[in-house]
């Protein structure tokens, strides 16, 4: 009983490791947690949506959120490493996405140098928006990055009720 308990253990544990380094992107975060001790907060979708009443969030945002569709989110928060350690993470984690398809989404530039510089990222694919990625540079860098399923229309609703009129 032992071993067949023992058996199923290391198929799901082996599982989860391929489902972990699908895609660059995955690979990226693991490798840097593992080099630079960088750790990433992974979240699935449905354990976002029941967590968003605790979270305080606002009924709007909440909306925007459930229009989504979220698979999973991923938060990493690098803004405490040194300044030589984070860059290389921004280059990085910047060439991943764009290997894996992801398109840079227009920014305004900061209007001075205190401003916190943020790139943000989209997967397209026909009407679907796939997946959507932010990353800050300092002094507060960090990486968001949702797996979602979004019509391009809602994205474009989301985008026109946020920008001031």
């Not at 990433?40 to 029941?50: A, E, P, Q």
């Not at 401003?115 to 990353?135: F, H, N, P, Q, T």
Request: charged letters at 25%; one cysteine or more.
């Amino acid at each position: 009983m032992k071993k067949i308990v023992l058996t199923v253990l290391l198929i799901i544990i082996s599982f989860g490791a391929i489902g972990a380094n699908e895609g660059k992107i995955d690979s990226i975060l693991l490798s840097m947690e593992s080099q630079y001790e960088i750790e990433s907060v992974r979240m699935k979708g449905s354990l976002f949506r029941m967590m968003m009443p605790l979270m305080k969030i606002d009924r709007q945002t909440r909306k925007a959120f459930k229009a989504m569709n979220i698979e999973e989110i991923v938060i990493t928060d690098f803004q405490d490493e040194p300044k030589q350690i984070a860059s290389k993470v921004v280059v990085q984690l910047s060439e991943a996405l764009e290997a894996t398809g992801y398109m840079m989404v227009q920014q305004k530039e900061p209007a001075s140098d205190e401003e916190v510089k943020v790139d943000s990222y989209a997967l397209i694919e026909s009407e679907k928006v796939l997946g959507m990625a932010i990353l800050t540079h300092f002094p507060k860098a960090s990486f968001l990055w949702i797996r979602c399923s979004m019509d391009i229309e809602k994205l474009e609703e989301m985008v026109g009720a946020t920008m001031p009129k």
